[in-house]
């Protein structure tokens, strides 16, 4: 499960290294995060119909599919198994009608399994690039209203050897020259696999990010901790 995530380096970094335009204009505004929780509204690539460019804007994290009764629905939702994205419910209209995105991630969280209290590690790209991590988004109408609220979730596979020590669930990342195709519908179901890994580095955080309501840089800044198995200290 990844329920948190660093999106800091900013729309104009985002929109070079995925080769995108945005189009949403409050894009340039959009607030650093460090710690990135469900319910937010976070930044998202995905196909403008008309150009077939790869466009972002701010989505809320936790798919709330056209049918729910309410926003809360999310709360449930901000991950899909990549086994199930299909047939579950929750995703597969969104599956069908090919709502893909993509969303930029300059590290991911996760927690060394039985620490007290619990130790946050980041994973990131050595590289130091984002991450683009396959999700699909839907559309949900207020009915109080009227008001449309997008939102997304992120797709999730089994662990890699990289992984396995913290998690047995990690995000589908796509390469960036599989962006597009993604997008496009051009990538199937069967690219829906764990993510090799080799360019991929970790370090354990402040335990300040336990909370989702603590934001700032320093969270994602290495601290004195167990080092992450099989990668040297920061």
Not at 91 to 98: E, N, T
Request: glycine share 10%.
């Amino acid at each position: 499960m990844c329920a948190r995530f660093a999106q800091h380096n900013g729309p104009s970094r985002y929109v070079e290294w995925f080769g995108a335009h945005w189009i949403d204009p409050v894009l340039p505004n959009a607030p650093a995060r460090f710690n990135a929780a469900p319910t937010q509204d976070l930044l998202v690539l995905r196909r403008n119909p008309e150009t077939g460019l790869g466009a972002f804007g701010l989505l809320r994290w936790g798919l709330v599919p056209s049918w729910a009764q309410d926003l809360k629905f999310g709360a449930k939702t901000i991950n899909a198994r990549a086994e199930t994205v299909r047939t579950s419910p929750a995703f597969r209209g969104a599956w069908k009608a090919g709502r893909r995105c993509a969303v930029p991630v300059d590290a991911f969280y996760e927690w060394r399994p039985g620490s007290s209290p619990k130790q946050p590690y980041a994973i990131a790209r050595k590289d130091g690039g984002p991450l683009a991590v396959a999700g699909l988004w839907d559309g949900w109408k207020d009915p109080a209203t009227g008001t449309w609220v997008r939102s997304f979730t992120l797709l999730t596979a089994a662990a890699n050897g990289f992984m396995q020590p913290l998690h047995d669930r990690m995000p589908v990342i796509l390469a960036r020259e599989e962006v597009a195709p993604w997008l496009g519908g051009e990538i199937g179901y069967e690219r829906l696999g764990p993510y090799p890994g080799d360019d991929l580095t970790a370090w354990p955080v402040s335990t300040r990010l336990n909370a989702p309501r603590n934001e700032g840089a320093d969270l994602i800044e290495p601290v004195a901790a167990p080092a992450f198995p099989g990668v040297a200290p920061v």
